[in-house]
Nanobody, 111 residues
Framework: QVQLVESGGGLVQPGGSLRLSCAAS????????AGWSRRAPGKQREWVAT???????IYAESVKGRFIISKDSAKNTVYLQMNSLKPEDTAVYYC?????WGQGTQVTVSS
């Protein structure tokens, strides 16, 4: 059974950067489709970014140009590099690899 463990969240000032990691254990193959979503306080979960098996990346308009999704299939890990962070990026971030979701990691952007 595949399990995902996320890390890298925390408190950062506006304009700062964070890199989230999502490590898959129990996986027997390469990472195919993977992505990140987030849920801000009082809001519904919002899709953030996806990377396909072929490496194509797509982003929500709200993060395009600031966030970068990547994957390392050798390490069974997916990353989300978040730059120029804004207070409205504050949320719990969830990764998804295939049909498995991670437990979420809190990102807080505040001065």
């Amino acid at each position: 059974q595949v399990q995902l463990v996320e890390s890298g969240g925390g408190l950062v000032q506006p304009g700062g950067s964070l890199r989230l990691s999502c490590a898959a254990s129990g996986s027997s193959g390469s990472i195919h489709v993977a992505g990140w979503s987030r849920r801000a306080p009082g809001k519904q979960r919002e899709w953030v970014a996806t990377v396909s098996s072929g490496g194509t990346r797509i982003y929500a308009e709200s993060v395009k140009g600031r966030f970068i999704i990547s994957k390392d299939s050798a390490k069974n890990t997916v990353y989300l590099q978040m730059n120029s962070l804004k207070p409205e990026d504050t949320a719990v971030y969830y990764c998804q690899i295939g049909s498995t979701w991670g437990q979420g990691t809190q990102v807080t952007v505040s001065s």
